[in-house]
């Protein structure tokens, strides 16, 4: 059904800055016409009907979560026992990890997954490797946990790249997965390609993606196998990279040559890889990752929490790479945190400020992180793009008085009042329309925690 929506303002494309009074039309799960009113007349050939429905606020596109693991929702709070070291965190990670089924996977990705939506996500990247049963085996349906999160994100309204991980390895030098961590592994990655290949979403709002969980996971000679399944079907493919130096220096010990090297000489870098953290890299690894133009998805929220470090960002971007966001482990999910994160993050690194524009900070939570889950036609205001509007208050206590280009520097997921996703109004008051998201949060954690 045809809708018409007016912006008080809105965030179009190539603008530095946003456009008061716009007046944007939705048909059929896409945008139809993006015309600005003049003194709050219509431009020529636009015919404002008295339905429009009006957006007070800052209308911006669709914002696109490129990295996250939805089971870590659980972990929120947990990891911090004591002082909370590294240790601490993967401790709690596996317990919950090795509790999850099916069944309680979809109730705990559809709550996440709403709080998204909550938080004006309109796509998530799921980089998921809990396939297995506890000890490994396989479900009758080898694809249930996937079918788990692909049915949750239909709950929660939004889009989803199911990037189904291969995860065979615990080290770089090859010690077999133990523990928690046989439910991840396929055993080799032909084995992995056989099972993803079985699975087909039966709903236009998933996608299936490959990743390769990191160059401790997947052994150097079966990364080519993972990479020649996603580029035959030009699907995403991501992969976490020198997340922390103990990865760069194991895979030195190994291999003779960083992640970056190994990946590059494996091709497994491209236009259509993205990775993850990139923390850690060399100088020659922001060469290689730049001039492939391989994407570049920092989660700084979880990078804190997990006391990664600050990669060199600004230097990525400059060299070619693409740049998008991610919640990864959701100890926020707040995308306008992970945004200004870029920028902060990396004044405290220089001890300069100014690195990064607004605009290229909306670019890299929306259009950006669609590109990198393979939704390119989403992502922006403009004709023929998928119909996602997320609207923030400017009237909250957070928001008032600020201009609407700082609202990058000054909003958080709470001020996110509306959000259409493919013409569907999903969120509205703030208040997700289908779930109730504290409490059905609430009740998935307790299931897994207790
Ligand atoms: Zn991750």
Not at 12 to 19: K, S, W, Y
Not at 74 to 80: C, I, M, Q, S, V
Request: hydrophobic share 40%; with cysteine; glycine share 10%.
């Amino acid at each position: 059904m045809p809708m018409r929506w007016l912006a008080e303002y809105a965030w179009l494309p190539a603008h530095a800055a946003p456009t008061p009074d716009v007046l944007i039309e939705t048909d059929g799960g896409r945008i139809t016409a993006v015309a600005p009113l003049t003194a709050g007349r219509p431009a020529a050939g636009v015919e404002v009907l008295g339905d429009a429905v009006r957006l007070p606020g800052l209308t911006l596109p669709g914002l696109a979560n490129a990295h996250s693991h939805a089971f870590h929702r659980a972990l929120r709070g947990r990891t911090h026992g004591g002082r909370g070291d590294f240790w601490t965190w993967r401790e709690v990670m596996y317990e919950v990890a090795g509790r999850l089924d099916p069944d309680s996977y979809l109730a705990l990705a559809r709550a996440a997954y709403a709080e998204m939506a909550q938080a004006g996500v309109t796509c998530v990247g799921e980089f998921h490797y809990l396939h297995h049963g506890p000890d490994g085996t396989r479900y009758d349906d080898p694809n249930a946990m996937s079918a788990a999160l692909v049915e949750a994100a239909a709950h929660a309204g939004i889009r989803l790249t199911l990037l189904d991980t291969c995860y065979l390895t615990a080290s770089v030098d090859g010690d077999p997965l133990a523990g928690p961590q046989r439910r991840f592994g396929d055993g080799d990655a032909l084995r992995w390609a056989d099972r993803v290949g079985g699975f087909t979403p039966d709903n236009d709002h998933a996608r299936i993606g490959a990743a390769i969980h990191s160059v401790r996971a997947v052994p150097a000679g079966q990364l080519a196998t993972v990479a020649g399944w996603a580029h035959r079907r030009g699907a995403p493919l991501h992969v976490h990279l020198s997340e922390q130096p103990a990865e760069n220096d194991a895979c030195r010990a190994v291999h003779g040559v960083t992640p970056t090297r190994l990946l590059a000489d494996r091709g497994v870098l491209g236009r259509h890889t993205t990775a993850v953290h990139a923390t850690h890299p060399t100088g020659a690894d922001v060469a290689l990752l730049g001039e492939s133009r391989t994407g570049v998805c920092l989660c700084p929220t979880t990078e804190r929490d997990l006391a990664d470090g600050i990669g060199p960002t600004r230097r990525m971007v400059e060299a070619g790479s693409p740049l998008s966001l991610g919640s990864d482990s959701h100890a926020v999910v707040d995308l306008f945190e992970e945004a200004r994160a870029v920028e902060l993050d990396e004044r405290l690194r220089t001890r300069r400020r100014g690195h990064f524009r607004a605009d290229e900070l909306l670019t890299a939570a929306t259009r950006a992180g669609h590109a990198a889950l393979g939704w390119g036609d989403a992502g922006e205001l403009a004709v023929g793009m998928r119909a996602d509007l997320v609207t923030v208050r400017l009237d909250s206590a957070r928001t008032a008085g600020v201009p609407p280009v700082g609202v990058f520097f000054a909003a958080t997921a709470a001020d996110v009042d509306h959000v259409v996703v493919d013409g569907r109004v999903v969120v509205r008051d703030g208040r997700h329309l289908t779930v109730d998201v504290p409490v059905e949060l609430r009740d998935a954690i307790e299931a897994v925690t207790s």
